[in-house]
C-alpha cells in the first residue's frame, strides 16, 4: 500500500495526531531515498565488478591472441594455402577485442596496474625483456586511464614494428608534469619515425588532457615515445 494511502487511513481513524504523522511520512521518506541508493549502489558495484571480470579474463587474452596471430601471418611464406586462414582469423579475433571494448567502455575506465603488468606478460612472452619504473604519487583517475591506453598502445607498436630485446616503461611526476617515456631497442634507425593513425590517436588523447606526445628514434636503433600531461590536466569526465 502507497505511504499516502497508510497516512489517510491512519488519521482518519484519529490513530495518531498530526505531528506525529508528519515525522513519520518524512522517516518513509528518507527510508524510500536509502533504499533507492542502495540499489542504484548496489547496481554499481555489480557494473564495475562485471567490467574488471570482462577485462581481465577477456580483453587481455584477446589482445595477446591477436598479437601472436598476427605474428603467424607474418611467418607464413607468400604462397603458404593457410596464409589466407591466418589473415580471416587475425581479423576476427580484432574485431571481438573491438567488441569487447564497446561493451565494456561504459563499465570501468582502464587500469593502469593492470595493462602494466599486460606489458610485462606480452614483452617476456617475445623474448623481450621488459622494465617498469612507475612513480609512487596518486595520479587522477583520467590520466591514469590515459596513461594505460598509450602503454598498450606503445607495446602493441614494439611487438609489431621491432626486434626489440629490451623495453623499457617509466612514469614519473616531476615539476607537476607526469611523464610517460616507453623505449626499446631493435629498431631500424632508416624506419620512418612518429607516423601512423594509432600515434595521432594518442596525441588527441593527450591534447585532452593538455598533454603531448613525441617520440625519437636514435641512431642505436632506440625508439622512445614520450607523452607529457599537466599533473592537475582537465577532469573532463
Not at 499516502?4 to 491512519?10: D, G, K, M, N, R
Not at 498530526?18 to 533504499?35: E, F, I
Request: glycine fraction near 6%.
Amino acid at each position: 500500500m502507497p505511504d499516502f494511502a497508510i497516512l489517510a487511513l491512519l488519521t482518519s481513524l484519529g490513530a495518531l495526531p498530526l505531528a506525529a504523522l508528519a515525522v513519520l511520512a518524512l522517516r518513509l521518506r528518507r527510508l524510500r531515498v536509502m533504499q533507492a541508493e542502495a540499489v542504484r549502489q548496489a547496481a554499481a558495484e555489480a557494473r564495475e565488478q562485471f567490467g574488471r571480470d570482462v577485462h581481465d579474463l577477456v580483453s587481455s587474452r584477446l589482445w595477446l591472441a591477436t598479437l601472436r596471430s598476427e605474428l603467424a601471418y607474418r611467418l607464413a611464406e607468400d604462397d603458404n594455402p593457410l596464409r589466407p586462414a591466418l589473415a580471416d582469423v587475425v581479423q576476427a579475433i580484432r574485431q571481438a577485442a573491438a567488441d569487447i571494448r564497446n561493451v565494456t567502455r561504459s563499465f570501468q575506465d582502464v587500469s593502469l596496474p593492470s595493462e602494466l603488468a599486460n606489458a610485462r606478460a606480452v614483452l617476456r612472452a617475445y623474448g623481450t625483456d621488459c622494465k617498469i619504473e612507475t612513480t609512487d604519487a596518486e595520479l587522477s583517475d583520467q590520466i591514469s586511464a590515459t596513461l594505460a591506453i598509450m602503454v598498450r598502445e606503445a607495446v602493441t607498436n614494439v611487438v609489431r614494428h621491432s626486434r626489440a630485446t629490451l623495453c623499457v616503461i617509466e612514469i614519473a611526476l616531476r615539476a607537476g608534469t607526469v611523464t610517460l617515456t616507453v623505449a626499446n631497442d631493435g629498431v631500424d634507425p632508416s624506419a620512418p619515425s612518429g607516423t601512423g593513425s594509432g600515434l595521432d590517436n594518442l596525441r588527441t588523447r593527450a591534447a585532452a588532457l593538455d598533454g603531448v606526445v613525441g617520440t625519437v628514434l636514435d641512431p642505436d636503433g632506440w625508439f622512445r615515445l614520450v607523452t607529457e600531461i599537466p599533473s592537475r590536466g582537465k577532469d573532463r569526465r
